[in-house]
């Protein structure tokens, strides 16, 4: 057997980099492991909420991440057939004052680059790109991984933070993807070049029945990140022809006009067909653990998915802190933290999701009627996500 390395993080994603962070700076020798020739970030926007930043600034980037994000007035939500405001959420001082932390949007490469900075500045973490994982097996005194270009490593602890489609998932649930009928364009258009005319210092939500569109900028406002969202009826499981841009404008096609305009540039857009996962009962065995979207994969309705995946990565770097080398009993208490906080979020984006998109006309009165009368600093429905949690000594 060759050597068995320390800890092994599987996926160099916004999860996988937070973790290796976290657990090298505990002294720990920890192997990056990475599919693609070079680590990087799929998409362009990312919002992220106080509960994201406070775990960034316990990882110790916060600094950094500041002087790549924006930061928006208010979150406005829109009605995308009349073009009315409908709600606010205002991200001044008394929002920051409750939570801690204000609300960024950032481009997810800076974000992501500021994370592989912090992991290229610490000697102890070793980066392996090309390093497809293909199949994880748990031995009493090791974890042996297998991967394409075959190659076979040993580790005494594994981090599963290899996406949604994990492989390291297959060693602790049978869970699957489950398929949402929606689809998201994103695209993103140079400031320079949008033609409608909106106050770019908020972030917006357009929403109507099956479709909502968010825009917001990012990169010092030189570009506009805009995904439109919406659901396919064309859906089928057993082909992949479904959620074709004909179908966008179709969905879109009763949307005000500053939606159609802006759409103008969707179809040439990153398609991404939306899944989440079922909250799983167990993430960890005794040397291997989930994290991010391989434990937690969520519909993005929420804006959360990089945050709890953050916020998963604080959690296991303290745990596995205060079990000092009893690494199985740390791998257990942090599962048992983060699943109840995690399933919570998975099943209230899917939630927020079906309110978002509502069609029938009398749920959409008693949404909008409850959003038209909520006040832009009533910050009560946000304390569940954003507010500090204190971790529990299990
Ligand atoms: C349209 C959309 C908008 C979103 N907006 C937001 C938002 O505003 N805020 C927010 O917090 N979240 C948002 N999310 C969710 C967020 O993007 C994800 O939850 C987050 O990126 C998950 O990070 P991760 O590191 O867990 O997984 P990933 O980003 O999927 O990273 C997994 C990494 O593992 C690698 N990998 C995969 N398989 C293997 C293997 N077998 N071997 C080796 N390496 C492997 C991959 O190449 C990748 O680098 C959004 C998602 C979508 C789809």
């Known amino acids: 057997m060759g050597e068995v390395k320390e800890v092994i993080v599987v996926g160099g994603g916004i999860g996988g980099l937070a973790a290796a962070t976290g657990i090298a700076k505990l002294g720990k020798k920890v192997t990056l492991l990475e599919q693609a020739p ?4 799929v998409g362009a926007g990312l919002q992220v909420g106080p509960n994201g930043l406070r775990a960034l600034d316990t990882l110790g980037v916060l600094d950094e991440v500041y002087k790549l994000a924006v930061f928006p007035r208010r979150h406005v ?41 912090a992991c290229q500045s610490l000697d102890n973490i070793s980066f392996l790109t090309n390093h497809k994982l293909e199949f994880i097996e748990e031995f009493a005194d090791y974890v042996e991984l297998r991967c394409e270009n075959g190659e076979v490593l040993q580790a005494e602890t594994v981090i599963g933070a290899d996406g949604i489609r994990s492989k390291t998932r297959a060693l602790l649930s049978l869970a699957n993807p489950v398929v949402s009928q929606y689809v998201a364009y994103r695209f993103t258009v140079p400031m320079s070049e949008m033609t409608i005319n909106i106050d770019w210092d908020e972030k917006l939500t357009w929403i109507g029945p099956g479709i909502h569109l968010v825009q917001y900028p990012v990169r010092h406002k030189s570009v506009i990140n805009q995904v439109a969202v919406f659901k396919s009826y ?107 906080r995690t399933a919570e979020v998975q099943r209230g984006a899917r939630t927020w999701g079906d309110i978002k998109h509502a069609e029938d006309s009398v749920t959409r009165l008693l949404r909008d009627t409850i959003m038209l009368n909520r006040s832009a600093d009533d910050y009560k429905y946000l304390d569940w996500l954003y507010k500090e949690r204190t971790l529990s000594t299990v």
Request: glycine share 6%; proline share 2%.
């Open 38 to 41: 070079k680590f990087g970030e």
């Open 77 to 117: 939500f829109m009605d995308a057939l009349s073009g009315k405001e409908l709600s606010a959420v205002q991200f001044g001082d008394s929002f920051s004052d409750r939570f801690g932390y204000p609300y960024i949007v950032i481009h997810r490469s800076d974000l992501h680059s500021v994370l592989l900075k």
């Open 234 to 340: 064309k859906f089928n499981e057993n082909t992949e022809d479904w959620g074709t841009a004909e179908e966008l404008i179709q969905m879109f096609g009763d949307s005000c006009s500053t939606i159609k305009e802006s759409l103008k540039l969707a179809e040439n857009g990153l398609v991404t067909k939306l899944f989440d996962i079922e909250p799983l009962e167990k993430w960890s065995s005794e040397r291997v653990t989930l994290l991010g979207d391989s434990a937690h994969a969520m519909l993005q309705y929420l804006a959360q998915g990089a945050c709890q995946a953050l916020e998963d990565a604080v959690c296991l770097t303290e745990k596995m802190r205060t079990n000092g080398s009893n690494v199985a009993k740390a791998l257990d208490e942090y599962q048992q933290e983060r699943i109840p």
